[in-house]
């Protein structure tokens, strides 16, 4: 995996990657990312729908504002059917080099329905980092790697992330833990 944790939450602005590791056969994914605007540059945001199929036909749909401030915390803010409200917490802590510890702490309303859409949602979460770890484990770093079009949100992610990191940064080449 990555040194500096970037491939966790770059997920979110890889659009193409949602379309291609998590068939649209069970979701579909619309979204945006954006940097926030002074003074809040160390945040970006988020707006996200995923909608679940079953045989073709959308069964759930859930409406995500995700908020990704600094380097290494996620809040994601879901609403989806009946009044089912819920908030999500990421954490990407650094174990050692190319290794992080994610954390995920997830709080939705009380009673029947709150308690089996969490499980579902954190049933759907673990499938999908498993499928994504596959694919970090296997990546392949290019200095100036060539981003089509619609790699644009990557493009933005990836500027945004530097300013969390100066030219004296930990590299893979001066690690010293």
């Known amino acids: 995996m ?4 970037k491939d966790i939450p770059e997920n979110g602005a890889d659009v193409a990657h949602l379309k291609e590791l998590h ?6 994914f619309i979204n945006t990312w954006n940097p926030s605007p002074p003074p809040e540059i160390h945040k970006a945001s988020m707006q996200m729908q995923v ?7 959308p069964i759930i749909t859930m409406n995500m ?9 996620v809040h994601l803010y879901v609403k989806s059917f009946a009044g089912i409200e819920g908030v999500i917490t990421q954490h990407v802590v650094p174990v050692k080099p190319f290794e992080q510890k994610v954390i995920h702490r997830v709080y939705f309303n ?11 949602v954190v049933i759907g ?4 980092f498993e499928r994504d770890i596959r694919i970090w484990r296997e990546k392949k770093y290019l200095s100036n790697p060539r981003l089509v079009k619609e790699d644009s949100a990557i493009a933005k ?8 990191y100066s030219d004296n940064s930990v590299t ?4 010293d833990w």
């Open 172 to 175: 893979t080449t001066n690690i």
């Open 2 to 5: 990555c040194l500096v944790g």
């Open 125 to 128: 979460e673990s499938i999908m």
């Open 157 to 164: 992610f990836r500027k945004w992330f530097k300013q969390f």
């Open 110 to 120: 009380r009673g029947i329905l709150g308690k089996l859409f969490a499980k579902f």
């Open 23 to 28: 068939p649209p056969a069970i979701h579909e």
């Open 65 to 73: 504002n995700v908020e990704q401030i600094g380097p290494a915390l």
């Open 51 to 57: 909608v679940t199929y079953f045989f073709k036909i």
